[in-house]
């Protein structure tokens, strides 16, 4: 089955390369506008641009400057939603996949584990962040492994961000108010260059925030204050090495639903607190050899959740999880030049270990880990207008003890991937991708171990494979001397086997066969599906820029299905895998050299339901923003924005939050119309 299923994968990576390599004669010297997996973009009010690989630039986007949610910047990348209306029910989706299937980081730290299925796994509020690299898609085996669908990279402001020239120290204030849930932000940074060699940063803000409305006018039940602090220094030591070190911590206290992604009616609100502390430190050591770019870094993130049982109806669900991860990586990158071509060779080694530990009715209940550790290999050769990229990897994988038994994985996978210009400005690519995820973690709050734990001897790791074909075209000079309009094209296959679902026990749930004199379907545990899993789609998207107007348009499609019933992938939250087909449009347009507006767009169509118990309708929404940028000659450095977003008060969930067309207490409705005003003042 599974040779069969790489020779349907190969041959479409086959078509691509052949229809590059038939086109090498006809093409015309010119230097790629694109590369094929890196394609750097800025965030303007338009759609971004990408063939591979994309970035968000907080600065250049008006709703992320603002955003108090990852969707509100996250969601304008095609195959990229984001689910859950509360910042401590977040998860990113990436063509269906959730973040347990993803590799997120914030600054080179992996935030693995899980802690409550009800919460989401990454606590971060967007006002740290400079930047985000989206991967759509695992294109490469330097990502590593549990990036089955992909991976974010979020990176925070550094000082070097902010310094004008010849500065040596300055600071940033800003403020925002919202008025949906009377959501008020104030924060307040500080940069400086002491020296040339040395720079320093130091942020905190705080955000609070009440409960807010619906399109519908129903209350979304949460009331909460949070604080963020980022502290930041690094230094240059004799020019060609760069030493780093910085804290980050986000912490929210509030009154959400015991399960937050029911925001409403049958759960009583609680106290509950979510706390984030990650801690790292880089090395970048770059002489003035081509062989020579090491990068390195060193991390450790915690996240926890802390509960009450004071304030709760059912007793033993007092708790106190925490999940986490220690680890460091080092690359190095290689420029070789050869007589046919040049070599970028990356190289690296990665090693963490994910630990989670739960305290229940303050006795502790249990503890669990897993470790990794990969190494990896790839080589960018470019030649004229053809790149080939072939790469090799190794993960050594102990799972968890309550997973599957403590088992060791060791796993090898490959990659191919080519890029060609075939004429002017006109770049097509093609990649095949080997993919591996070892059992994660269960969640913290199951680490009790115990007769109703059920321990998988015989799981197998998910594995699988990523296909992706596509075209980048530039055109210049369309209308008037200097327009730009890009367009991009993507087709692409992901199979997934021996896809890991857990089974949970109690009430109505089956649950699973212990043995051991147990009773039938009293444990709970993680077991393989049944089925293969392969997750379809394309991603189109067009930028077009005429002096001061931009406009972008996109759309994206991903459809998964069961190999033996047609079911889509299951979900944690409440629902199916499936998110809908996405169309978004994107104008911006400058009037003055002080002011800046912009209108963006959202349609997601409808899903209807499979006959599968997992797969339900739902219904398609359609939201609109507008936003506006102001900053005025008199005062430099100062900038005001302001936006309306859901203009026409949209009573609408996403489809990557749970969903239940029949009972609204299971469903996770976004906010109605909701005005923000903002004010940031650098000096």
């Not at 963020?228 to 509030?254: C, P, Q, V, W």
């Not at 020579?292 to 870094?297: E, F, L, S």
């Not at 969640?443 to 734990?453: E, K, L, P, R, V």
Request: net charge negative.
């Amino acid at each position: 089955m599974r040779g069969a299923k790489f020779s349907s994968q190969l041959t479409v990576l086959s078509v691509g390369i052949a229809a590059v390599m038939c086109a090498q004669l006809a093409s015309a010297e010119v230097t790629p506008s694109t590369s094929l997996q890196t394609i750097t973009v800025t965030a303007n009010s338009s759609a971004r641009q990408k063939a591979q690989e994309g970035s968000v630039y907080i600065e250049d986007y008006t709703p992320a400057q603002q955003a108090s949610h990852l969707s509100d910047f996250l969601n304008v990348v095609p195959g990229v939603t984001v689910g859950g209306t509360s910042a401590v029910n977040q998860r990113i989706r990436i063509r269906g996949l959730e973040d347990s299937n993803l590799k997120v980081t914030i600054d080179g730290a992996r935030q693995e584990g899980k802690l409550f299925y009800h919460m989401g796994d990454l606590t971060l509020d967007p006002d740290l962040l400079k930047q985000a690299d989206v991967a759509v898609g695992n294109n490469s085996v330097t990502l590593g492994n549990d990036a089955l669908g992909g991976a974010v990279a979020f990176k925070t402001v550094d000082a070097a961000d902010l310094l004008k020239p010849g500065q040596k120290i300055g600071a940033k204030l800003h403020a925002g108010y919202a008025s949906n849930n009377d959501e008020l932000l104030t924060s307040a940074t500080v940069f400086a260059a002491p020296t040339d060699n040395i720079d320093l940063l130091a942020y905190y803000g705080k955000r609070d925030t009440n409960s807010g409305e619906d399109g519908n006018g129903r209350e979304l039940f949460e009331d909460s204050k949070s604080e963020n602090i980022l502290l930041k220094a690094g230094a240059y030591i004799a020019n060609d090495h760069h030493i780093g070190a910085s804290f980050s911590r986000t912490e929210k206290k509030g009154i959400f639903p015991f399960r937050p992604d029911f925001p409403s009616r049958n759960d009583a609100p609680i106290p509950q607190q979510v706390k984030r502390d990650t801690y790292g430190i880089d090395y970048k050591f770059n002489p003035s050899n081509p062989l020579i770019d090491i990068d390195t870094n060193v991390y450790q993130t915690k996240t926890r959740i802390l509960r009450d049982s004071e304030y709760l109806t059912k007793p033993g669900f007092d708790f106190d999880a925490q999940v986490k991860t220690t680890g460091a990586k080092i690359q190095n990158t290689s420029v070789i030049d050869t007589n046919i071509g040049t070599h970028k060779l990356i190289s690296g080694v990665e090693h963490y270990k994910k630990e989670s530990e739960m305290e229940r009715d303050f006795i502790k209940k249990g503890s669990d880990e897993a470790t990794n550790t990969s190494v990896y290999l790839e080589d960018q050769w470019k030649n004229g207008k053809l790149t080939l990229t072939p790469g090799v990897r190794y993960d050594r994988y102990k799972s968890p003890e309550f997973i599957a038994g403590g088992k060791t994985y060791d796993n090898v996978v490959g990659a191919l991937a080519a890029s060609y210009e075939i004429a002017p400005l006109t770049q097509v690519f093609a990649s095949y991708t080997q993919l591996f995820n070892g059992p994660d973690l269960s969640q913290a709050i199951f680490n009790s171990g115990g007769d109703n734990t059920y321990v998988n001897n015989d799981l197998k790791a998910e594995e699988g494979s990523n296909a992706e074909v596509g075209i980048v075209k530039t055109l210049r000079d369309l209308t008037v001397a200097g327009d730009v309009l890009q367009l991009s094209g993507k087709y692409f296959e992901t199979d997934i086997e021996n896809y890991i679902e857990f089974v949970r026990s109690g009430g109505t749930r089956p649950g699973l066969n212990c043995g051991n004199g147990q009773p039938v379907g009293t444990c709970q545990g993680a077991v393989n599906k049944d089925e293969d899993y392969k997750i379809k789609g394309v991603e189109l998207a067009a930028d077009y820029k005429m002096n001061d107007f931009s406009m972008g348009l996109s759309y994206s499609r991903a459809r998964s299905k069961g190999e033996n019933t047609g079911y889509s992938i299951p979900s944690v939250t409440g629902s199916s895998s499936e998110s809908g087909d996405k169309y978004m449009v994107n104008l911006a347009y400058s009037p003055t050299e002080t002011t800046d507006i912009g209108w963006r767009s959202t349609y997601v169509a409808s899903v209807m339901p499979n006959t599968a118990a997992n797969d339900i309708k739902k219904p398609s929404y359609n939201v609109h923003d507008v936003f506006m940028n102001y900053s005025p000659k008199q005062v430099e450095g100062l900038k005001a924005t302001v936006g309306v977003y859901n203009i026409f008060d949209e009573a609408y969930a996403s489809h990557s939050s749970r969903l239940n067309p029949i009972d609204d207490v299971a469903t996770d409705f976004e906010k109605g119309r909701n005005i923000k005003a903002s004010l940031t003042y650098q000096f």
